[in-house]
């Protein structure tokens, strides 16, 4: 039987997503800041993580393209694979791990600039 987690264990589970994103996708030099604020985690043993959480847009990353999170994180194909690799490696996970960032929203900060779109 799996113990039972705790706030403390949802907290490093947070933070190293946080981490692993950050590094993999080089969102600070990017001027863009995820902060992760709740997790679910799914399975026994864990095959499914849950995140909801919000991408910060800074000024120091204008002008963007856009301000959807999926986008500015890039997180698909082998980025995706090599995020969910690195947690099923530090979190000791021995399956295939799914990670679900559909619940991510944008907050877009004073100063951020947009791309013009062509016409």
Request: aromatic share 4%; glycine share 6%; net charge negative.
């Amino acid at each position: 039987m799996r113990p039972a987690r705790t706030k403390r264990s949802d907290d490093a589970i947070r933070r190293l997503i946080e981490q692993v994103i950050a590094e993999e996708c080089e969102t600070a030099p990017r001027g863009l800041a995820l902060f992760v604020e709740a997790v679910e985690l799914a399975g026994r043993p864990t095959e499914r993580i849950r995140v909801w959480g919000t991408l910060h847009f800074l000024p120091a990353g204008s002008p963007f393209c856009c301000i959807e999170p999926d986008c500015q994180l890039g997180l698909a194909g082998s980025r995706h694979e090599r995020v969910c690799e690195r947690l099923q490696k530090a979190l000791g996970i021995t399956s295939t791990l799914e990670l679900d960032l559909d619940r991510i929203v944008p907050n877009v900060h004073d100063g951020v600039q947009l791309q013009p779109h062509a016409s």
